[in-house]
């Protein structure tokens, strides 16, 4: 693994990713060749990050109540998960919900949304002010997460301030069919491909332990390089009873951090987040992320299940000698 990795630190280094047959190699890697990947990725971060750490947020403004049957969502058409269920949420509430987000330390905030896409006028409009009040009273990035967007819907919520375009792949092309069947993986593909051809940034990542291999997480890293796309968000499943993927855990704590390693090296421009999940699969390892390659991560509750206590990711933040974005 030594050999290797000083095979590919030059290139890496002066910011080319590594090639899939490599990228395999990094999932493959022992644990007790763990820390010498880590002193890689972890200067490859330094290089092109600095110590700088991204904190977003997120709110839930439409939960539930979603045509989609992703197997790994308690929002989904499928899921029988005990979740609150409601339309889009007052426009008093996003903006309160951002405000919170600012005062924790969060950087960025991101609007999300279940269902297949955004094509309510009204909800448009009312995400669209929104976003303005957010950029007119805070230092927040502005985001939305709300499925298939077309080319004109992007180009309002822009106008109107909105930073980030949210879209995941979750998986690979190849895998995709097995954990949804509702819409198509060109869609999503499509979807990015505007966002990024809007002029906006994009954030777009997957999930990982729903049952895909080595070659599928490869895969997507490598789509994603393609695609161009600014931010990957790394997900690790979190099972939620009631949904198909309920009781699967196929992940361990040094796996995650593999892939984020892995992520990092096919990617080595682009900010690498750690969001749902984590609290759950990597326990007491979580502040490996950062060695492992990740700059950023989400900071209090994902969408269902609650996260970590912000005070204590931002202590360890402060601990690691990272400073969040903004400060």
Same mark, same amino acid.
């Given at each position: 693994?030594?050999?290797?990795?000083?095979?590919?630190?030059?290139?890496?280094?002066?910011?080319?990713?590594?090639?899939?047959?490599?990228?395999?190699?990094?999932?493959?890697?022992?644990?007790?060749?763990?820390?010498?990947?880590?002193?890689?990725?972890?200067?490859?971060?330094?290089?092109?990050?600095?110590?700088?750490?991204?904190?977003?947020?997120?709110?839930?403004?439409?939960?539930?109540?979603?045509?989609?049957?992703?197997?790994?969502?308690?929002?989904?058409?499928?899921?029988?998960?005990?979740?609150?269920?409601?339309?889009?949420?007052?426009?008093?509430?996003?903006?309160?919900?951002?405000?919170?987000?600012?005062?924790?330390?969060?950087?960025?905030?991101?609007?999300?949304?279940?269902?297949?896409?955004?094509?309510?006028?009204?909800?448009?409009?009312?995400?669209?002010?929104?976003?303005?009040?957010?950029?007119?009273?805070?230092?927040?990035?502005?985001?939305?997460?709300? &499925?298939?967007?077309?080319?004109?819907?992007?180009?309002?919520?822009?106008?109107?301030?909105?930073?980030?375009?949210?879209?995941?792949?979750?998986?690979?092309?190849?895998?995709?069919?097995?954990?949804?069947?509702?819409?198509?993986?060109?869609?999503?593909?499509?979807?990015?491909?505007?966002?990024?051809?809007?002029?906006?940034?994009?954030?777009?990542?997957?999930?990982? &332990?729903? &049952?895909?291999?080595?070659?599928?997480?490869?895969?997507?890293?490598?789509?994603?390089?393609?695609?161009?796309?600014?931010?990957?968000?790394?997900?690790?499943?979190?099972?939620?009873?009631?949904?198909?993927?309920?009781?699967?855990?196929?992940?361990?704590?040094?796996?995650?951090?593999?892939?984020?390693?892995?992520?990092?090296?096919?990617?080595?421009?682009?900010?690498?987040?750690?969001?749902?999940?984590?609290?759950?699969?990597?326990?007491?390892?979580?502040?490996?992320?950062?060695?492992?390659?990740?700059?950023?991560?989400?900071?209090?509750?994902?969408?269902?299940?609650?996260?970590?206590?912000?005070?204590?990711?931002?202590?360890?933040?402060?601990?690691?000698?990272?400073?969040?974005?903004?400060?």
């Amino acid at each position: 693994m030594e050999n290797f990795l000083y095979d590919i630190s030059d290139k890496v280094l002066d910011g080319s990713g590594i090639k899939p047959d490599e990228a395999l190699r990094v999932l493959e890697t022992d644990s007790s060749d763990l820390f010498i990947l880590f002193s890689l990725t972890d200067k490859l971060r330094q290089k092109f990050k600095g110590n700088k750490v991204r904190l977003c947020s997120i709110v839930n403004a439409q939960s539930g109540l979603c045509s989609e049957n992703c197997a790994f969502c308690a929002q989904s058409s499928v899921s029988n998960a005990n979740i609150n269920k409601y339309h889009i949420i007052s426009e008093n509430e996003i903006v309160k919900s951002a405000e919170v987000s600012e005062k924790f330390g969060a950087n960025e905030f991101s609007i999300v949304m279940s269902g297949y896409g955004l094509k309510n006028d009204n909800d448009i409009k009312k995400i669209g002010r929104s976003i303005e009040n957010i950029k007119e009273n805070s230092c927040l990035e502005t985001c939305i997460s709300a &499925g298939i967007l077309d080319k004109e819907t992007i180009a309002y919520l822009k106008n109107k301030g909105l930073d980030h375009i949210h879209h995941n792949l979750e998986t690979s092309r190849e895998f995709f069919p097995n954990i949804c069947t509702t819409h198509s993986y060109e869609e999503d593909v499509k979807t990015v491909k505007i966002a990024k051809s809007s002029g906006m940034r994009v954030c777009s990542g997957g999930i990982f &332990g729903i &049952g895909e291999s080595n070659r599928d997480r490869v895969n997507l890293a490598c789509l994603l390089n393609d695609l161009d796309v600014d931010s990957i968000p790394i997900n690790f499943l979190n099972p939620i009873e009631g949904t198909p993927l309920a009781g699967v855990r196929n992940l361990r704590p040094i796996e995650c951090l593999k892939i984020v390693a892995m992520m990092r090296l096919v990617n080595p421009f682009k900010d690498i987040m750690v969001c749902g999940g984590r609290e759950i699969n990597l326990g007491d390892l979580q502040s490996l992320i950062f060695a492992a390659g990740a700059n950023g991560m989400i900071l209090g509750n994902y969408l269902t299940t609650s996260g970590r206590d912000a005070s204590r990711d931002l202590q360890m933040i402060k601990d690691l000698s990272l400073e969040p974005i903004g400060n």
